[in-house]
Structures are given as structure tokens and as C-alpha cells.
């Protein structure tokens, strides 16, 4: 049995810290590089596991190649992690040094990127970040000018983005460092020195170097007052999310646009908002308040003739039919086919991050299906979120069955009087030009059934038969 005595006892900290999110057997992961903060978790991990054995757990090493020492690094962090009797992986990552992008922020991409991989539905993932980080790290967002989304600084607790339903947890968030050096030193742990860590030339560290000892000679305090001024920005943005996710409902179009005639009703603080919302939701950086004010300026309120781009580090801000669009690099789709083998219930990827198609065999399975997929966080980027999928005919017994992004020719929607060009079609549809290879079309040999989420050609209506909708998801 591991026990280790301090006057901070950080295993009930830890330990209060995991025990409502693991209330059944689950994987637990640590990001472990080896250093003092990670080697202290690691020692907590290992406490945990004795007593919580039905859990799996992993720490895994990510290996970065900017030091000469990461071999010898990765060597102790595989012989720590075995004698805790902790499992062990190692990942090896290329960064482009010459890259415009800082290597700190590549590093650390490509660190989430490599961990991800080990990660199941609905794992933990543990980080040793400390008060300490926690005051840096709201300093950095302070210089850069940051609104009150990055002066919330680190949560304890954060979905983690790259893996479905997992967590990022942050045990030891509310200690400063020493207490971690007090821990590390009781329980004679033995860790690596980063000698980057001394690298002034890095923000982080001249901040921890030359700034923050004099702060804490004249303010003893400040990294807990920090740390609740980051709560409380925290709280401050969940608000505006609240508020977001209210007016998004109303302003959302069709294939992740904002409906500009809803924008224009809000005050510019709620229309910035909900437009950093609808990004947020895309996974996309967050535009600057200067970009915004272009964004509108520029974009929503050119002439009516006027074809308005604005370019950003995430695209291109563009307006077509009263709708505002960040259009994004997409890839040739328009020679995509995908074939069925089949026509039973069925989930279909569809290529460049579309989405999912989905197929039932039955309305009833279908219905079912969106309203579970409408239920979600995520429904805003639902591509039909307003239908319950669209019920087609069964194909005859010769017909292929195939998914394409190009349609050419004319077609009858049902409901709609005379056959339109495809093109004609999609204009009446208020479809931009940019996103309409993104439109999964279904055909029974060479004839078009339907366009998911927008028509069904005459003649293949149907009450059961084999019903569509496609989803986009993150």
C-alpha cells in the first residue's frame, strides 16, 4: 500500500475529484510527461488504482523529439509507470519547426492528437496542471487582450473535443506547485527537468521566472484570487452561451448559415455573440472583435448586387440569399460515389466531415432516429434538421443503389409544379453555390430519388419504404 504524509493531503483532493465521475468501471488516462506535476499524478493514479482496481488505467507518454534527453525521458517514464503498475503506452510525434505556428502550440495539438488515440467512449483524461498554471495561464490570456471566455483560463472539469464523451480533468488544480513539491519530496519521487522550462524567449516561462515571484512577494494571495476571478469569468460565459444558444435557435438557417434579417434584430453585443457561438460550435478559432465589426461592415451589409468575401484564419466569411456563411476549404466531391450494398438499416460516413447518412427501412425507425439525433447539444448542425427523414420508394431488384455530391439534368420535386434543373432547384432552395457537392443525392441506377434533406423527385414518394436523413457531427 502507497501512503505518503503532507501537510496538504492531495490524494483526498484527488480522490474527491474522480469519485463522482467514476461511479462505474471506466478508463482513466493520464497525459504523462514525466515531469514533477505528472510524476505526482502518476504516484495519486497508482493510490487510486489500489483502491478502485475495476477501472483501466493508462498513462500515456508522448514523445516530441525537441530534446536530446527525450529518449532517456520516455525510458524513465516506461520504468516509473511499471513499477507503480500503471499500463504504459508511448507516442512518437513529428512537429514542423519552421512552421508559422508556435512550436508550443503544436506541441500540444499534436500531444491531444496522439493521446485521443488511446482514449475509449467516455474515458478520463487526467492533466497535472496546478494553481500555479492556472495564474500563467490567465496572465497569457490577460496579454492577449483575451474577453472573459479566455480569462476563464483552465477548467477543472472540460469535454475534451477530440474523443466523444470523454473528460478532461484537472485534480490538482486548486493546489499551487509547492504543494506538489512537498508531496513529490515525502514520497521520495524521482522526475524529469524539461530544460526548455528555463527558456525565457517562451512567454509562459518569463512570466514564471521574472513576474510572478515579484507578484507573489507583493501579494501572497494572488494566485487563489486569480483562480476566482477565472471561475467567475467562467460563470460570465456560460451565461453568454445560455443567451447564444437562445438566439441561435432563431438566427440558425440551413446548413450551418445565420439568417441575417434575425442577426440584425439583436444589439451588436448579442449578434457577436451568438455569431462566436454558432463558430464555436463548428470547432473554428474565434474571430477577433475588429473581424466581427468587418464581418458586418463588409460582408452582411454590401450592396445587394455584391458577391462579399472577408478571409480569416478559418475560411471565408460570404453572404448569399439573406444568409451569412463561413465557407470552408472543402474538398472535390463531385466524382464521389458510394455505392450500397444493401438497403437495410444502415449508417453511412460521408466524405470531407459531411456528416452521417442514415437509412431505416421503416418511417417508424427513422422518426425514432431524428428525434434522437434533434435531442442533442449539437442539433444546430443537423443538415435537415427540420424534417423526420425523407421516405422514398424501395428500388427495384436490378436497381444500384448509390450516394453522389453532383446532379446534373432535371428533376420533378414532389409537391412542386414542372421539372427544374438541378441548379435552378438549388437556387429556389436558397442553396449556396460553395455547398452544393456537400448534398448527399440518392439514385437508383441513373435515375435521382431524392436530395436528402431538401426534395423528392416525383414518383418515388412513399408512407414506408427506405427513409433518409443525414446529420453532421463533430
Not at 508511448?90 to 482514449?119: D, F, P, W
Not at 440584425?264 to 462566436?276: E, F, P, T, Y
Not at 438499416?345 to 427513422?366: E, F, K, V, Y
Amino acid at each position: 500500500m502507497i501512503t505518503v504524509v503532507t501537510n496538504v493531503d492531495l490524494f483526498s483532493t484527488f480522490q474527491h475529484a474522480l469519485q463522482s465521475l467514476t461511479t462505474k468501471p471506466m478508463q482513466i488516462v493520464l497525459a504523462y510527461s514525466g515531469g514533477l506535476d505528472s510524476h505526482v499524478l502518476l504516484h495519486l493514479l497508482a493510490r487510486y488504482q489500489q483502491r478502485y482496481p475495476q477501472h483501466a488505467y493508462l498513462a500515456v507518454h508522448v514523445h516530441h523529439g525537441l530534446s536530446d534527453n527525450a529518449d532517456t525521458w520516455l525510458d524513465h517514464c516506461q520504468q516509473t509507470a511499471a513499477a507503480l503498475g500503471i499500463n504504459f503506452i508511448a507516442e512518437k510525434v513529428v512537429l514542423n519547426v519552421g512552421s508559422r505556428e508556435s512550436l508550443e502550440a503544436q506541441a500540444r495539438t499534436a500531444r491531444y492528437q496522439a493521446i485521443a488515440k488511446h482514449l475509449n467512449d467516455g474515458s478520463l483524461l487526467l492533466l497535472g496542471q496546478h494553481l500555479d498554471d492556472q495564474l500563467e495561464t490567465f496572465l497569457l490570456q490577460l496579454k492577449r487582450g483575451a474577453g472573459v471566455k479566455g480569462l476563464s483560463a483552465m477548467a477543472a472539469q472540460m469535454p475534451f473535443s477530440l474523443q466523444a464523451n470523454c473528460q478532461i480533468v484537472r485534480p490538482l488544480l486548486i493546489h499551487p506547485q509547492q504543494a506538489l513539491v512537498d508531496y513529490a519530496s515525502q514520497a521520495q519521487l524521482s522526475w524529469v527537468e524539461d530544460e526548455s522550462n528555463n527558456n525565457q524567449s517562451y512567454d509562459r516561462n518569463f512570466l514564471r521566472h521574472q513576474i510572478i515571484p515579484s507578484l507573489k512577494q507583493r501579494w501572497p494571495g494572488i494566485a487563489h484570487a486569480v483562480h476566482r476571478s477565472a471561475e467567475l469569468c467562467a460563470e460570465q460565459q456560460a451565461l453568454s452561451d445560455e443567451i447564444a444558444e437562445i438566439d441561435l435557435v432563431t438566427c440558425a438557417h440551413s446548413f450551418s448559415g445565420l439568417n441575417i434579417a434575425e442577426l440584425d434584430k439583436l444589439s451588436k453585443i448579442r449578434r457577436n455573440n451568438v455569431i462566436r457561438f454558432w463558430l464555436a460550435g463548428q470547432q473554428l478559432p474565434m474571430p477577433s472583435r475588429h473581424h466581427l465589426d468587418k464581418v458586418w461592415l463588409e460582408v452582411v451589409n454590401a450592396a445587394d448586387d455584391a458577391n462579399p468575401q472577408l478571409s480569416w484564419q478559418a475560411g471565408e466569411f460570404r453572404r448569399y440569399q439573406g444568409v451569412l456563411y463561413n465557407q470552408q476549404k472543402y474538398a472535390e466531391l463531385k466524382d464521389v460515389v458510394i455505392t450500397l450494398e444493401h438497403t437495410q438499416s444502415q449508417r453511412i460516413a460521408l466524405p470531407d466531415n459531411i456528416g452521417t447518412l442514415h437509412l431505416q427501412d421503416s418511417i417508424q425507425d427513422t422518426t425514432q432516429d431524428s428525434i434522437q439525433g434533434k435531442s442533442g447539444v449539437d442539433s444546430s448542425n443537423a443538415i435537415d434538421d427540420n424534417d423526420s427523414g425523407y421516405c422514398v420508394k424501395e428500388p427495384l431488384a436490378h436497381d444500384k443503389v448509390t450516394i453522389r455530391f453532383r446532379g446534373e439534368g432535371k428533376c420533378h420535386p414532389v409537391g412542386r409544379s414542372g421539372s427544374r434543373s438541378i441548379k435552378k432547384l438549388y437556387q429556389e432552395y436558397q442553396i449556396a453555390p460553395w455547398l452544393r457537392d456537400r448534398i448527399p443525392l440518392v439514385y437508383y441506377g441513373d435515375e435521382l430519388v431524392c436530395a436528402v434533406g431538401l426534395w423528392i423527385c416525383k414518383g418515388y414518394e412513399a408512407q414506408e419504404g427506405l427513409c433518409w436523413h443525414v446529420t453532421r457531427e463533430r
